[in-house]
C-alpha cells in the first residue's frame, strides 16, 4: 500500500484553476501534517503549503498566498489544494508528503513520507 497517492495535475492555461488530491494511507495516517511540495526543472524544491489535523494550522508560500488554498477531509483521509489564477511560474511537478509540523522552513527527514509527484503546467 503505497502510503501517499497525489492525482488532479494537468495541463492548465494562465489564469485557470486545478485541484490536486493527496489520498493517505497506512504509515502516513500517523502523522498530523501533509504538506504540498514542487519541483521546476532546474530549482530547487519549495514548501508551497502544509496543514495541520491536530489544529488546522496552515502555511502557504509567499507566492501562492490568496491563490492556492489547502484542506483536507479526514473522513476520506485525503489533503486538497486549490490552486486558482495559476500562473507559469507553477510549473512543476508537485508532490505532497508527511511532516512533523506545519512551517515554512521546515526540513525534511527520513521518517517522511513522499508521494510520487504530479506534474503541472501553466502554458497558454
Not at 80 to 108: H, I, W
Request: with cysteine; hydrophobic share 30%; charged share 20%.
Amino acid at each position: 500500500q503505497v502510503p501517499l497517492v497525489e492525482s488532479g495535475g494537468g495541463l492548465v492555461q494562465p489564469g485557470g484553476s486545478l485541484r490536486l488530491s493527496c489520498a493517505a494511507s497506512g504509515s502516513a495516517l500517523h502523522y498530523d501534517v501533509i504538506g504540498w511540495v514542487r519541483q521546476a526543472p532546474g530549482k530547487e524544491r519549495e514548501g508551497v503549503s502544509c496543514i495541520s489535523k491536530r489544529d488546522g494550522t496552515t502555511y502557504y508560500l509567499g507566492s501562492v498566498e490568496g491563490r492556492f488554498t489547502i484542506s483536507r477531509d479526514d473522513a476520506k483521509n485525503t489533503v486538497y489544494l486549490q490552486m486558482n489564477s495559476l500562473k507559469p511560474e507553477d510549473t512543476a511537478v508537485y508532490f505532497c508528503a508527511t511532516q512533523l509540523r506545519c512551517a515554512g522552513d521546515y526540513v525534511y527527514t527520513n521518517y517522511d513520507y513522499w508521494g510520487q509527484g504530479t506534474q503541472v503546467t501553466v502554458s497558454s
